[in-house]
Structure formats: C-alpha cells, structure tokens
T-cell receptor, first 111, second 115 residues
Framework: DAKTTQPPSMDCAEGRAANLPCNHSTISGNEYVYWYRQIHSQGPQYIIH?????ETNEMASLIITEDRKSSTLILPHATLRDTAVYYC????????????WGLGTSLAVNP | GAVVSQHPSRVICKSGTSVKIECRSLDFQATTMFWYRQFPKQSLMLMAT?????????EQGVEKDKFLINHASLTLSTLTVTSAHPEDSSFYIC???????????FGPGTRLLVL
C-alpha cells in the first residue's frame, strides 16, 4: 500500500476555505485516495474518496493531480466544527483492502 | 445512511474481568467489520478483520485468545476483551463495510478503562 505524507498541523480562519494537502507519490493504479477525519474522542468520519477524477460531495471536494502523486482536500467554508485530525489514506482495492492510518493533519479552525 | 453504533460508549472494569463491546450496522448489511484500537495521541491500529460467519483474521501481534471476535450476523460484531489488564485500557473503534464496496463506516468508539 502506498504511503501518504501530510503536514502535521494547519490553521484556518472560520469561513475561509481549508486546503489540506497529501502526497502519495508511490500510489498504484488500483489504489483509491480516501479522506477521513476524527474529531476529538470520536470515531473517524468518512469524508470523500476518489481514484482519478476530482470529486465533490456535500462535505468537501477532492482534487487529485493528473499523475495521481498528490491530492488536496478542500473544505470550502470551514467552521469551528471542522476542527479535527484529517487522514489521507491510499486504499488498495484488491485483496488487501485495509486502511493504514498515519498521523494525519491536525486542522484548527479559528474564530 | 451507513450508520454504525457501538455499545457501551465507555466502560470501567476491574483487572482480570472480561468486557464485551458490540458493534452494529444500523441501516445496512456489513459482510465485513473491522476492529481498531487507539492509544492517546496515536493513530488507529487495526486489530482484526471480521467476516460474517467465519473466523476473524487478526493482525500480527494481536492475541486472538485475548481479543475474541464474533460476527454472527450481517449487522452485529462483538469484541470481548478477556482477562483485561490496565494496559488494555484504550479507545476501541469498529467499522463496517458494505458488501461489494470499499468504504468503511466507523462507530463512535468505546473507551475502556481497566483498573
């Protein structure tokens, strides 16, 4: 499974867009890019995932570079409730379909 | 949709006793469920993968006789921590995956404190 690299922490002003980067330079063709977040003392929450194309849902947008070596999660209008640890994970869609968790990015949304 | 619940949300027990944690998929059938453990300021660590009707597959270093997993139905998996010790105190989280899909949906977690 491809290893992902994320900055340990980021700050964002409330109401502004939060852009969270992730590097996955060794990602293979059948690995999806998944994003989860974990608010303090809660279970992880699924945000979005993609393979090649950019994706958007009610929570966020996922921008994947053409070479698939990096991606950016965009929270368009961050709120205080978006303060959490955000995890970018490359998931192998084959037999070994495990989520391997790194340390993620701790996002602090400030008023 | 895709809601996963866990019970209890927190439990305190004495050393040497056993504790059972339930994980339920409320609005979907989950052929596969996962159990994770998370220590303070650390990331999630996969303990085992559980497929309905078959034995769980444990990750390296996880004692199968200590952490008993049962996945008897498509909506329920249980984790029993047997002969709990203080070092088993942790945040236990389950997830469930719909058949044919890749996305895992997580429960709210169970905080276990062994005295």
């Amino acid at each position: 499974d491809a290893k992902t690299t994320q900055p340990p922490s980021m700050d964002c002003a409330e109401g502004r867009a939060a852009n969270l980067p992730c590097n996955h330079s060794t990602i293979s063709g059948n690995e999806y890019v998944y994003w989860y977040r974990q608010i303090h003392s809660q279970g992880p929450q699924y945000i979005i995932h993609g393979l090649k194309n950019n994706e958007t849902n009610e929570m966020a947008s996922l921008i994947i570079t053409e070479d698939r070596k990096s991606s950016t999660l965009i929270l368009p209008h961050a709120t205080l409730r978006d303060t959490a640890v955000y995890y970018c994970i490359a998931l192998n869609a084959g037999n070994n379909r495990k989520l391997i968790w790194g340390l993620g990015t701790s996002l602090a949304v400030n008023p | 949709g895709a809601v996963v619940s866990q019970h209890p949300s927190r439990v305190i027990c004495k050393s040497g006793t056993s504790v059972k944690i339930e994980c339920r998929s409320l609005d979907f059938q989950a052929t596969t469920m996962f159990w994770y453990r998370q220590f303070p300021k650390q990331s999630l660590m996969l303990m085992a993968t559980s497929n309905e009707g078959s034995k769980a597959t444990y990750e390296q270093g996880v004692e199968k006789d200590k952490f008993l997993i049962n996945h008897a139905s498509l909506t329920l998996s249980t984790l029993t921590v047997t002969s709990a010790h203080p070092e088993d105190s942790s945040f236990y989280i389950c997830s469930a995956r719909l058949a044919g899909q890749e996305t895992q949906y997580f429960g709210p977690g169970t905080r276990l404190l062994v005295l």
